[in-house]
């Protein structure tokens, strides 16, 4: 259930009841694809950096360990121990992405794996019982997530048999949710919009897809290649078209700047892996623009990455420390980075809800993209 | 200074006072080679998995990122943030074992640095010179870890040179000691016993060093391609010869078995990398023997790697969630099971010195050796 609690311009302050707890929004979702944020970061980490729901990776999962398994273990809140919301995405985007040899049918998708090879089928029934399977909180549909410059007529047959994939996800979550066996029957679906850059073709698929009336509403298929300009424009036309009382979700975006942007539009939740990448290769995010701590300008700066930073890595060690370890290949370096970059995240969402309760986001949203140079693109 | 509070047998229960804090021995330090220890674990961590002493390698310090950077940053110390003791060796296992081209003269070696190749000279009064730099609690000696199967003559000569090192060492760090701009200017020396397995040249150095009177004595060259009954042999014909009222370090020693046996022949100081290494690859210690995680058996285990285990991995992750961890290439699973087994070494002391305090070391190392079956080579 989602509460909108306040509203300044076209920015929503809300919460979303779940059966694993409450989620604040706007809410940034921190990424850990097999079941753990790359990094040697922890679901006890994620508590200290202020994790609201951590999202996993459906495909990833499938492949190894397997969803049966982890079903049969309790479900994926037990195997990760994590109590809070977890999303998991449905294996689409990484069978289009990482996949080899796929063909698109009607009744789903023909890959093979890119583990070990093996020709692997996966439809909207199947992602939803993988999905149910793991007992995540929220599931998603089974999408396709096409090329953002695909033609107007593969994208208009996408679209519609997307729409078609998405009626067999709800009706087979539905089925799976009434079954004794199931690890969350209060599992929820969120449904998927897509149609590239085609604005008419968005706000047809958003119109219908919103009579469907699902837990909640993703804008899938952006940050894909199209232009920023190009994105911030087909959620301006779209967002209208999506149910005012349901979350909304721009999957896979993005950069401080794209958030706040999102914010700005309507956007309830944000999920990307630029956080603990980046943090992987040493880019750390500041209130004064990205720092590359590889940068031999660090090499005697006894600072903290940021002053003032509550994070576990600013709490305790400088960015000369951090740039020896990162230089060494010691593997805490990377850990330090990442937890640092998850909480800037993290805390930037709370300075954002701050700014809506308050009634200064568009003020916030002004000096936070001054601040965050350099990641406006 | 050393206080020796119970003895059991030849089992010693003391207290090493230094200027960052109290040691309580018998105590097993953890290896940060690089300032740091492997497997992402931070000093933060130390603290939550009971370790008393961290251990640096002064030769990869010198190389990376340099012994004068990180004094010109106040020292090892302030460098990693860790204040309690931190114990260095003197560089020369590593120009032994990692460098290349060597040549051995009396002024000390030259050789390659193994990073970049460029010609090194290390002597007595470089290697403390370095660790005077780096501020560590303890310093050690610098001398020749001869190969275990080297000649009678070769050793004889070789250590003769270790001996007239160490009074250079001990010459230089009091030098040292007494100058204004240092670090810790209360850093000790410990000497190193040589001598391979010749029982008569291993004597005769541990009186030779006896004399020095220095603040600590460790057994060097042992583990190093001898048997276990050769090292406890010597342990057995060398340790009467150093004096009581001083710690005796047993280097880069070695399985439970090792320490417990270690131990009961009166050793009080002991660092190795196996705990650390052995997590990074998955093989985890218990009182039931040594698992590998990685082995299919744990796919769908869920209890922690040691029911009871305090560490921080038992505390909330199971067998089957570290397994595909470590099976998905996630560094997670890696810390997890590095934190444990040094929290497994580090609980083993405390047993240990319990033990002794109670006046059943004998009993409890019976029980424990039977515990860490497998562990006894």
Chains 1, 2 share one sequence.
């Not at 023909?110 to 090879?117: E, K, L, T, V």
């Not at 958030?259 to 999920?271: H, M, P, T």
């Not at 805490?332 to 969402?349: A, D, T």
Request: glycine share 10%; hydrophobic share 35%.
């Amino acid at each position: 259930m989602f509460h909108l609690h306040k509203q300044e311009g076209r920015a929503r302050r809300g919460s979303f009841e779940t059966v694993h707890g409450t989620i604040q929004t706007p809410v940034f979702m921190n990424v850990g694809t097999a079941g753990a944020i790359k990094g040697a970061v922890s679901t006890m980490d994620l508590e200290t950096i202020g994790t609201q729901v951590e999202l996993s990776n459906t495909y990833h999962l499938h492949v190894r360990p397997g969803d049966e398994l982890i079903k049969s273990l309790g479900g994926l809140h037990k195997f990760m121990n994590w109590s809070r919301p977890i999303l998991t995405d449905s294996g689409g985007f990484q069978v289009f992405s990482l996949a080899g040899l796929r063909k698109i049918k009607e009744e789903g998708v023909y890959f093979n794996s890119h583990i070990d090879g093996r020709r692997i089928f996966m439809g909207p029934e199947e992602s939803i019982q993988i999905q149910s399977n793991l007992g995540s909180t929220i599931a998603m549909a089974f999408d396709e997530c096409a090329p953002h410059d695909a033609s107007r007529d593969y994208v208009e047959a996408s679209v519609a048999r997307t729409t078609r994939w998405l009626i067999r996800c709800r009706d087979k979550l539905r089925e799976l949710n009434g079954r004794e066996d199931t690890i969350n029957p209060h599992q929820m679906l969120f449904g998927i919009n897509q149609g590239t850059t085609f604005a008419d073709i968005r706000i047809e698929h958003a119109k219908r897809i919103s009579e469907l009336d699902l837990d909640g509403y993703a804008v899938g298929g952006l940050a894909v290649g199209e232009t920023h300009a190009q994105m911030y424009e087909i959620l301006d036309v779209t967002l209208p078209h999506l149910p005012e009382n349901k979350p909304r979700y721009l999957m896979g975006v993005g950069t401080p700047a794209n958030i706040l942007e999102g914010v700005a539009r309507g956007i309830d939740f944000f999920d990307c892996v630029y956080p603990s990448r980046n943090g992987r290769h040493g880019h750390v995010y500041t209130n004064s623009g990205k720092l590359n701590l590889f940068n031999k300008q660090y090499e005697r700066d006894m600072r903290p990455i940021e002053e003032g930073c509550g994070c576990p890595a600013c709490q305790s060690y400088s960015r000369a420390y951090i740039r020896h370890l990162l230089k060494a290949g010691e593997m805490l370096g990377m850990r330090l980075c990442v937890l640092h970059n998850l909480y800037f995240y993290n805390q930037m969402m709370t300075e954002i809800r701050d700014a809506i309760d308050g009634g200064c986001f568009a003020e916030y949203k002004k000096r936070k993209l001054s601040a965050v140079q350099g990641e406006l693109c």
